[in-house]
């Protein structure tokens, strides 16, 4: 990459550090893919926490942390923040989640997914308030808007007009360390962090109600029922405030001692953590049978780790898996129970999902998500 004269790129990262899934990996993964591939142009992360700078764990010469005052973010980003721009003397600003209230400098912006604008409902009433109102800010003023799909894309200019030369389509990727580990390493993480030592079907992500888990736990009750089967259903993932209804759906279903929740497990990017490599590798299928997506980093984190893969036929889910998954009608309680008992049924099936999925992965690359990101940053530019 040759741009003349070296640039001053700033980087607002709102989600790092905050254990915030699909968002935050994307940051920590974009910014370090960004060292590793540009050592001539500045770099300014904008941060409202320590966390961020610990998050991201980046020390390289032309990467410089600036940490953002006071610590309401909210009041930092429309204070503090523009006026740190002028004095780094910033050419581009890259919003990496939303954008800030106000913006001394032009910016690009990544749209991660459009749940909060399609569905509020999902949503807490004061979070998609100001996560729509900024968004909805971004897609006016951004310069491009990069969506992590083309169901994204094709969202924002359908539904708010957004004109197709103002956007484009970065995918995400997957993590090198997503990847199959040897099965002494496997089992002996999973016995001593999580003390399994049983089949089991993943979920990976937060719970709450775009992700669907009411009808997971439900459809997990009839193939259980249909497969007298003892293999259990691990949810791996924080609870939010839309988690409403899980206990007593799991209750309602005599699956207390069948649904394992194991909160939060760290990503690779936390200090090397191989738990959810070791959670993927072990499962007997992944299922991510979500109402509504923006990309699902975790369908292709499993594929990566060799697990067969079932997922919802709606949203940008299709088109991230590419065939590679057992797509499902997320609605229906029986569609999401027929597929698991078809992997967990036709050995055939389940390898050719694996295979595919293996192969489906390799496609996606946070070197390549960077690479892209970096092309938008000379258009923005050059606007």
Request: glycine letters at 8%; hydrophobic letters at 40%.
């Amino acid at each position: 990459m040759d741009w003349g004269a070296s640039l001053k790129i700033g980087i607002l990262p709102l989600a790092a550090g905050r254990k915030a899934g699909g968002p935050e990996t994307y940051e920590v993964e974009l910014v370090r893919s960004l060292a590793a591939l540009d050592k001539r142009n500045e770099y300014f992360v904008y941060c409202t926490s320590p966390a961020v700078a610990q998050s991201i764990g980046v020390e390289q010469e032309n990467f410089i942390y600036r940490r953002l005052w006071p610590a309401n973010r909210w009041i930092a980003l429309s204070t503090m923040l523009p006026v740190q721009l002028l004095r780094d003397g910033v050419d581009l600003l890259h919003c990496t989640y939303a954008p800030p209230p106000i913006s001394s400098v032009p910016y690009v912006f990544t749209l991660h997914c459009t749940s909060n604008l399609a569905h509020p409902e999902f949503y807490g009433k004061s979070k998609a308030f100001r996560l729509n109102t900024l968004q909805r800010m971004g897609l006016k003023r951004a310069r491009y808007v990069m969506c992590v799909s083309q169901f994204i894309r094709n969202y924002i200019t359908g539904e708010y007009h957004i004109p197709d030369d103002r956007t484009g389509v970065v995918y995400n990727g997957v993590g090198r360390d997503f990847k199959r580990l040897p099965d002494s390493e496997t089992v002996q993480i999973l016995r001593e962090r999580f003390h399994i030592d049983y089949p089991f079907i993943l979920y990976v992500g937060k719970l709450q109600a775009r992700k669907n888990i009411i009808r997971l736990i439900q459809a997990y009750a009839q193939y259980r029922r249909a497969r007298k089967t003892d293999v259990r259903l691990v949810l791996a993932g924080a609870r939010t405030e839309t988690s409403e209804g899980i206990d007593e759906a799991i209750a309602e279903n005599g699956l207390e001692k069948s649904v394992v929740q194991l909160g939060y497990v760290a990503p690779p990017t936390d200090k090397g953590s191989r738990e959810l490599p070791a959670l993927y590798g072990a499962c007997r299928m992944f299922v991510l049978p979500s109402l509504y997506e923006g990309f699902g980093i975790p369908l292709l984190e499993a594929m990566a780790c060799g697990a067969p893969v079932v997922t919802s036929d709606t949203t940008c889910l299709p088109e991230v898996a590419g065939g590679a998954a057992l797509t499902v009608n997320p609605l229906s309680v029986e569609s999401i129970a027929e597929a698991m008992f078809v992997v967990d049924n036709d050995p055939e099936a389940r390898e050719r999902l694996i295979e595919r999925g293996l192969r489906r992965a390799a496609e996606f690359s946070w070197d390549r998500c960077a690479r892209e990101t970096l092309g938008f940053y000379e258009r923005g530019l050059a606007k």
